[in-house]
């Protein structure tokens, strides 16, 4: 049951979010109008009431899906905040808004619907097609009935009820879509003049006093968090691999020959084609003109073979390998269709194709050479098999050491030594850990995390949650064994906690250095801009001064890879009389913008096809979220005192 869950991750999320989520999945419509409050309710709807237990169970769940969907880069902290707490509330409230309307209303689905529903979930089908096994095996995984995930569907639809028909319906009005349309594609031709802040920096002189009175001004820009310098054991192939045997000629043999259909040269020709294209949908007449133009080019090919390539460069209509000659290069058995396989690979050297019927129209093959399928040699692979060899041995290595290093870790709470004695591994070292993150290796300076090879390990954050876990950092025991991924383990300890702090003058100047220069490098850019805007506006219209670039034609559709500061910049100038000179500052300087044409947008630009599906999406989620805020306004929603608690993050009583 377990490779089960491990083999289909996705469709377990999508069973969880229907079974098991109360904040987002019922077990029945009727069941939320006839919900009875507990002692600690939170927010009242209507009469009915979310509580304490049912915000706590929420907040559980979607840490658990969360962490399931992102196993390496969630942090559970990102949801202990006001604002996370208070979405997460709202988001039980307009549930529950939408169960009572649909409950009011009535709403509901017919058997056929749900059936419907179900057969269309990609999870539960097979080649396409809903398959009942499949449905039995999951649920029996999940130790769900078909009657619960049935009940949980029908009610989901029946919500959506009340306000699916509003996105569908959406339109946005035709006076609108053509003001957004001519909006989008309103073009200025444009000219730009960059002043790049990094031509400045030569000129620049930055002073250790300057760099003291910054240090001193700006501490907590320079405020490093608490951290923790670790030990820590990394299992992984290449730790495995360490301790295996050398493996003998003898053994690397027998494996060969237990094997030897995997080291098949597999058999290909070098072929030259002339294609004669069918169109789509081509009438039979077309086909037939089609494969006697063909047959007629077959005909004068066989007659001189050495003009091939030039009857290809005239006549092939694959215009990829016409101007080659016709030429495709070596194809390798297996990587075609088989009705052109048949054809090409029953060709000998030399040979030449009759007319074949394959992708796009018929095809004249020419086979230019021919090498049959070919068992590499124990010398030619020998590398290549001690490689797999050792993997595999590595692999039932890793295993044997996994399960040692758990018990291990566990058995010597207050070292990693003796299960790197054990197991052959080095216990490793690395500084510079923090909660969110790890610091910049030029911050920390020698055995920064940041700079390890192992930096992806460390940065992860469950290693960095068991790193401030109340074992590790206070108890000063020894993590768990950490699963990165099926190859990859680790154990931690905690060998030192540095409180948070402003760093030592002389671990930052050198970062205060190239700030204060980047700062003084950009105000000098941008002087040097603003003065030469100045000129440029009183100098004559119809010249260009010099250092513009090459005329380029802008829209908001087609931004010619600007950026929108200064697309919106060509775009809001006034045009009455042009040319017209903008001046815009960005991280890198200051760019002047001369603008010299503009034109009215139009409506039938062909980059504009999708936009009245994606508008009407808008405009419908617009509507949506109206109809739920009158829905909200009508259930008297109100706030008790307990939720206060609750988005403050103190302990409730139903958790």
């Keep these: 049951m377990f490779d089960f869950i491990r083999t289909h991750q996705r469709l377990m999320q999508l069973l969880l979010l229907v079974l098991i989520l109360p904040s987002f999945a019922l077990i029945g419509v009727s069941g939320y109008s006839t919900y009875v409050s507990g002692d600690h309710d939170l927010v009242k709807v209507a009469g009915s009431a979310i509580t304490v237990q049912e915000f706590d169970q929420a907040r559980r769940n979607q840490l658990q899906q969360l962490q399931q969907s992102n196993p390496g880069g969630f942090d559970p902290s990102s949801l202990d905040n006001e604002p996370a707490r208070k979405a997460l509330l709202e988001s039980l409230i307009d ?3 939408l169960v009572l309307a649909a409950t009011k209303e009535r709403f509901n689905v017919s058997d056929r619907t749900l059936r419907q529903a179900i057969a269309s979930i990609p999870e539960l089908q097979v080649n396409g097609q809903f398959s009942a096994e499949r449905y039995s095996d999951v649920l029996k995984s999940m130790g769900a009935t078909s009657k619960d995930f049935e009940q949980s569907r029908r009610a989901e639809l029946s919500i959506d009820r009340v306000l699916g028909p509003v996105a569908i319906t959406a339109h946005v009005p035709k006076p609108i879509l053509n003001s957004i349309e001519q909006a989008l594609t309103a073009q200025r031709t444009v000219r730009l003049r960059t002043y790049a802040a990094a031509d400045y920096a030569k000129d620049i002189t930055v002073t250790d006093a300057d760099i003291k009175a910054w240090y001193d001004q700006n501490p907590q820009k320079l405020k490093l968090p608490e951290q923790v310098s670790i030990q820590y054991l990394l299992l992984n192939e290449a730790a495995a691999m360490q301790g295996l045997p050398a493996t003998s000629t003898h053994d690397l043999q027998k494996y060969y020959e237990q094997n030897k259909a995997h080291y098949a040269q597999p058999a290909r020709v070098m072929l030259s084609h002339i294609l004669i294209s069918v169109p789509v949908g081509a009438t039979d007449a077309q086909r037939e003109t089609a494969l006697q133009k063909a047959q007629q080019i077959a005909k004068e090919v066989a007659a001189d073979k050495s003009n091939f390539a030039d009857i290809a460069r005239a006549q092939s209509q694959d215009a990829g390998t016409a101007k080659e000659g016709g030429r495709l290069g070596w194809i390798t058995k297996g990587s075609w269709p088989a009705t052109l396989e048949t054809a090409v690979f029953a060709l000998k050297k030399g040979e030449l194709s009759a007319p074949v019927d394959g992708p796009g129209g018929y095809h004249i093959f020419l086979a230019d050479d021919v090498q049959p399928e070919k068992i590499q040699s124990f010398d030619e692979v020998k590398s290549k098999v ?6 595999q041995l590595a692999a039932d290595h890793f295993a044997d050491m996994a399960t040692k290093l758990t018990s291990l870790v566990y058995d010597n709470q207050s070292s990693l030594q003796p299960a790197a004695d054990t197991l052959g591994l080095k216990v490793k070292t690395a500084s510079g850990i923090a909660r969110e993150r790890l610091l910049p290796a030029d911050e920390i300076g020698d055995g920064a995390a940041a700079a390890s090879p ?23 025991q020894n993590s768990g064994v950490i699963e990165i991924s099926p190859d990859t383990m680790v154990a931690v300890r905690v060998q030192k906690l540095s409180p948070a702090q402003v760093p030592a003058i002389d671990k930052v100047s050198s970062l205060i250095r190239q700030q204060l220069l980047a700062e003084r ?29 090459a005329p380029l034609a802008i829209s908001r559709i087609n931004p010619q890879g600007l950026d929108k500061q200064t697309i919106d910049v060509a ?37 504009l096809a999708t936009l009245p599906t994606e508008l009407s999406q808008a405009w419908g989620h617009a509507q949506e979220n109206a109809v739920l805020g009158a829905l909200r306004s009508e259930s008297k929603i109100k706030m008790l005192p307990e939720a206060d608690k609750a988005l403050a993050g103190e302990a409730t009583q139903g958790g």
Excluded: C
């Design 95 to 97: 549930r529950r808004v």
């Design 386 to 391: 001690e490689t797999e060899v050792r993997r």
């Design 454 to 476: 192992d930096a992806a390990v460390l940065g992860d954050a469950r290693v960095r949650r068991a790193l401030f876990s109340s074992q590790v950092l206070v108890d000063k």
């Design 521 to 549: 490098s950009l105000a000098a850019a941008e002087k040097a801009g603003e003065s030469a805007l100045a000129g440029f506006e009183k100098e004559a219209a119809a010249k260009v001064p010099d250092g513009f670039g």
């Design 571 to 607: 775009l809001s100038a006034s045009t009455q009389s042009l040319p017209v000179y903008q001046g815009i500052k960005n991280a890198q300087g200051y760019v002047v913008v001369r603008i010299e044409q503009a034109s009215a947008g139009k409506s039938d630009n062909p980059l």
